[in-house]
């Protein structure tokens, strides 16, 4: 069997034989954007008492939890700046490459801008992996960046406990066109790009009870790239822009609400999810880290008596590579799904709105 036969949809089989390579996700302790680590400890290690003084050349940088940094070169031109790299979510290299290039430049789309080019950032077990599984991964990488029309131009690489792979990448953007994620207003509707549960379906497949169909499903979505970033931006009535990674959709939502200083309604039955990530749910496939999002910033969260356990868990799930988190005015909204569907992204959805109040979420 080569190392690309379990892709393309089918995702590997449960057993492994005497002797075979080991699973990519085994070797990792997690996988994807449930690697980050919890909201709530990062906030804690990124305490400071005193912030350091920025230049004001610099129009993004850390007070927000942004995407990316941006920095002003002249009146035409910013640099968007980002990096993002994790352990395997499934266990075909190829897709692993491409799943975690993706992930990587979606943050230089969020801000409104076009990728230029990327780094890979490289860490793999040398001893466990043959070259050719190392090579596959790699390969998947640039496959994403040659879709995205951007060159690899160069990375680092260490010989690591667990596989890592992803990009340090830049972009370019107009300073009027800069989409932050702190600068909606109350009013704004909220419209996001791609239906949740990649966190479930990756618990599922680690469980070996993902099938076919669901493992499509989840590589379709996680190398979609979000390049209706730009076009978003350069719409009028676009406010603020975030893609929804590993807080999942809540804490992405509250970073929106705590830079814009407003409160948000999510209705969860307006929220996409995709086909068949409910059953797998109740099932028991949830990760780890959507438990840790929820007691990272579940005191933010006001809970409908309507919403369940179940409910909770997918608005906590860590999203790898998902969809862009667009707050916009109403009069807004039409032309926001048409530039999504024009894309492709057929499940793009009103899931909530912005409004007056002290930061924090109510899922109705």
Known sequence: MTVTETSRGTPPAAAQAPGALP?????????????????????????????????????????TSDDAAVYQLNDEQAIIATTDFFMP????????????ATNALSDVYAMGGKPIFALAIVGMPINVLPPETIREILRGGEAICAEAGIPIAGGHSIDSVEPIYGLAALGVVHPKRVKRNS????????????????????????KNVLDAAGYRRMIEATTRLNRVGPALAALPGVHALTDVTGFGLLGHTLEMCRGANLAAYVRMSD??????????ADAGCIT????????SYGHDVVLGERVTARDRALLCDPQTSGGL????????????????????????????????????????
């Open 89 to 100: 979510i499934v266990d075909d290299p190829y897709d692993f490459g491409r799943i975690a």
């Open 288 to 295: 780890g880290a959507s438990a840790r999002n929820w007691t």
């Open 183 to 206: 600068e909606a207003i109350a009013g704004d509707v909220l419209v996001l790009g791609k239906p949740l549960g990649v966190g479930v379906m990756s618990a599922a497949l680690k």
């Open 23 to 63: 699973r990519l996700t085994s070797l990792s302790h997690g996988g994807g954007c449930g690697c980050k680590i919890a909201p709530g400890v990062l906030t804690e290690l990124l305490q400071r008492n005193v912030p350091p003084a920025m230049p004001a050349a610099l129009l993004v940088g850390t007070e």
């Open 271 to 280: 929220v996409p999810v995709f086909d068949g990530v409910r059953e797998l």
């Open 325 to 364: 988190l667009v707050s916009c005015a109403p009069g807004a909204v039409d032309d926001v799904l048409a530039v999504f569907r024009a894309d492709g992204f057929a499940e793009a959805a009103i899931v909530g709105a912005m409004r007056p109040g002290a930061p924090g979420v109510r899922v109705i």
